[in-house]
């Protein structure tokens, strides 16, 4: 079950209009404050990025199988919860919510739905980038990229027990990730691929993902270019989960395919 929002994080909505989970103005320098004791300004400069070593979220559950990424973007103009839902029936472990230009108002309603069906699935929700919209919908986590905040300054936003993956396309990349602590390492793009912008990639191919495999023990994520054909070359060169956009959110039966995709990894793995 997952843990409930740290106690004094949040207070009652004023007379305006604010929302409830909004952090109070004298928290805001200790939220975004660096690890190191840097100044917030010195972050958005660039200096000192470098987080150290972190820990990983005690007893993080370990991220296999199936994970779906759903966005208004990539439904072939059907709702994101209806898509979603049928990608959680297909057997998907995993749900990411990538919306990078809906009103916060609007997708939040949406994230807490998603995240309720997570829960009655008993799969875990994932927040694209947003680590406010992860916090405001008790999401499991916040999955971030290459430019997004530093994973100690999203540690400092989330509530305790919340996880952490980054994407990553390189080997220093990886390494860099393990060293923040993150829960989970995302690797990408496998194969080619123009959905969300991951085609500006270099495709590490199934020996990036060994690689990866080599430089540690967390739970490995693939992504890119993945579907039917080749996610067991997948799940043997190393990945404990594959991440999927198009194979299933842009198909007709998402159910379906999900459903395909799971089982083709449970035969890769066995």
Known sequence: MLQHRRRGRVRPAPSDS??????RRGHLHRLFRHPTGAHPKHLL??????V??????????????????VGPDATRGRPVVEVAEAALRGGARVLQLRDKTGDRGDVLPVAMKLQMLCRDH????FVNDDIALGFASDAAGVHLGQSDL???VARRILAPGKLIGRSNNTDAEVVESVSMGVDYVAVGAVFPTTTVGKGARQAIGL?????ARDLTDLSLVAIGGINETNVASVIK????????IS???????????????VDAIETARS
């Open 150 to 152: 530093p994973v100690g």
């Open 52 to 69: 150290p070593q972190l820990e990983t979220t005690k007893d993080a559950p370990n991220i296999s199988g199936l994970y779906v990424i």
């Open 18 to 23: 604010r929302d409830q989970w909004w952090p």
């Open 122 to 125: 008993d799969a875990l929700f």
């Open 207 to 211: 020996d990036g993902i060994r690689r």
């Open 45 to 50: 400069r660039g200096d000192d990025l470098r």
């Open 247 to 261: 194979a299933v959110t842009m198909v007709d039966d998402p159910e379906a395919a999900a459903r395909r995709l």
């Open 237 to 244: 060169a190393g990945a404990d989960c594959v991440a999927v």
